[in-house]
């Protein structure tokens, strides 16, 4: 098979460049897809440029990828030729533990392996899905239902599933009042799921810059925290608060206006620690949580309610020439609110 045509880093921290990759001959269980569009997660930026440790060169990255089937190993089932998927954040685990078995792979107690910059079972490291084409098992392809375009359905493979997660789970609905703390990338996925849901949506952010954006999305209140007193007046107004920026956050202050029992999941990482008063917890029986992604039933559930409420990312799509400048953009924060690479852009090695 002819190499496929990608985007590639060839050290740390250098630019993404046109490349032909090898693609593994298809297994039994295998699909080749025909990429259509990439996401750009900021998670590829800090990947690329060694932001969360050593990576291993050359890489190519992306992890929320939407495409058509072009080709079906001999024995699968799942999917066909012309079926629309989508492949997120994990393409390989055991299979066997009781995680995988709950369909939470993420889990895997064997250890998961990443789409990305992940060594595999078979001691191979993967590529993402900057490229023409991608074959991965059967297993960790989600169908991508009509209704959904490709370029708004990729970012859903990461930011969506990251977003539903952490609202299915905490009982986000109709007569709950959420806030999301910050409108990216990922705050603006949980807007809309959090309102589609049928929530009350709160967006706390910095300035007052995206308060008309936040309003379109679904959001009923918007408050700039930079106001010294702005939280101060939210006390005991929330039952879920999703915090998806990776800044070190008065994380008191934040607990603080949830209401007891209220809930407040982080989805960033920040390169410091949090600092807790455990009075912000106990006081009013809270909880401060994590949530990482989602398993493949739980992306394949939030596709098929994404599908039918009509909820798809708010994206700009970019030719391959201006990955690069895309990746400053998205650590500028000048970006409304998620990249995707239009891969037959991709010029030929």
């Not at 050593?54 to 066909?80: D, Q, Y």
């Not at 079926?83 to 390989?92: E, H, I, K, P, Q």
């Not at 709950?102 to 895997?108: N, T, V």
């Amino acid at each position: 098979m002819s190499p496929v045509a990608a985007l590639s880093v060839a050290t740390a921290g250098g630019p993404l460049e046109p490349a032909g990759i090898e693609l593994r001959p298809l297994r039994d269980d295998d699909i080749r897809i025909d990429v259509k569009f990439a996401g750009i997660c900021h998670s590829d930026i800090h990947t690329v440029r060694e932001e969360w440790g050593e990576a291993h060169f050359p890489l190519v990255p992306g992890h929320e990828i939407a495409g058509v089937v072009a080709e079906v190993g001999a024995a699968v089932t799942r999917h066909k030729v012309g079926d629309r998927v989508g492949v997120g954040c994990l393409v390989d685990s055991c299979g066997t533990c009781e995680f995988c078995k709950d369909g939470q792979e993420q889990f895997c107690s064997t250890g998961s392996v990443g789409t990305y910059n992940s060594k595999g079972y078979d001691g191979e490291w993967t590529q993402g899905g900057y490229a023409q084409q991608h074959v991965v098992s059967e297993r960790f392809a989600v169908k991508i239902p009509e209704g959904l375009e490709l370029d708004e359905a990729a970012p859903l493979l990461c930011a969506g599933i990251t977003t539903w997660e952490p609202l299915k789970r905490w009982g986000a609905g109709p007569g709950s009042k959420v806030a999301v703390v910050g409108l990216g990338g990922l705050g603006h996925m949980a807007v809309k799921l959090a309102v589609a849901m049928g929530a009350e949506v709160t967006v706390l952010s910095r300035s007052a810059a995206k308060r008309d954006d936040a309003l379109g999305l679904g959001a009923v209140t918007y408050v700039a925290t930079a106001d010294e007193d702005a939280l101060g007046k939210l006390k005991g107004s929330f039952d879920i608060i999703i915090n998806t920026v990776s800044a070190d956050l008065a994380m008191d202050d934040y607990l603080a206006i949830l209401r007891p029992l209220g809930v407040l999941v982080n989805v960033g990482l920040p390169s410091e620690p949090y600092s807790v008063r455990p009075g912000s917890v106990v006081g009013g029986s809270r909880v401060l949580a994590g949530s990482n992604i989602g398993g493949i039933p739980a992306t394949q559930e939030m596709l098929d309610f994404c599908a039918e409420h009509g909820v798809g990312a708010t994206i700009e799509t970019v030719d391959a020439k201006d990955v690069n400048a895309a990746y400053d953009r998205v650590v500028d924060g000048d970006v409304r609110y998620r990249v995707v690479i239009d891969t037959a852009t991709i010029p030929a090695v």
